[in-house]
């Protein structure tokens, strides 16, 4: 059982990183997608690690249209199942094994191209999203399967749409 010093650690790490994920993910849609209201998210949720199962922290994005529907991204629509975000796919968090500092690294996954966001406490303009194929075939899904209404890819973008982080971290899945 991990100490609580070094679970605290590990949450401010998971809260560091998430939060700079959770902010790329917004920003995008917020840019790309217009008829979006507000983007929230679930909490970070954290499975595994046991001894017995493979560790997964993801986190789920939840799109309000401006018609009051709401749908979460990440869910099965018909026979797909679209992902959610966190570790192995988007976000890398590791601990510097010379001095302890935290990393952060958030991959592109469209272009397969990584930054180091270590040390930013907000999302850095290089690390903003110009594609997303991931989240333009889940949104698209949504549209579709009638969940959302009047949301569509467009250089308008939504710039009126909230957005609500959320980094409180629960055990479990979604």
């Known amino acids: 059982m991990k100490k609580k010093q070094e679970l605290a650690k590990e949450h401010a790490l998971y809260k560091h990183g998430f939060r700079l994920l959770e902010e790329q993910l917004a920003t995008y849609i917020k840019e790309h997608y217009e008829g979006v209201s507000k983007i929230e998210f679930s909490p970070i949720y954290k499975d595994g690690g046991d001894g017995y199962s493979m560790l997964t922290v993801r986190v789920v994005p ?6 009051g529907h709401k749908a979460m991204l990440g869910t099965q629509i018909g026979r797909i199942t679209y992902g959610s975000y966190g570790l192995g796919g988007e976000l890398y968090l590791d601990f510097d094994r010379v001095d302890d500092s935290e990393i ?6 469209d272009t397969q191209k990584e930054l180091d966001l270590s040390s930013e406490e907000h999302l850095p303009e290089k690390a903003k999203l110009e594609s997303n194929s991931a989240i333009d ?3 698209l899904a949504l549209v579709e399967d009638n969940q959302l209404k009047g949301v569509k890819k467009s250089d308008n973008g939504s710039p009126k749409a909230k957005i609500s ?10």
């Open 62 to 67: 939840i799109i309000s249209d401006n018609h």
């Open 104 to 109: 952060i690294i958030l991959k592109d996954l």
């Open 137 to 139: 075939e889940n949104i």
């Open 165 to 174: 982080y959320n980094l409180e971290i629960k055990k479990g899945t979604l």
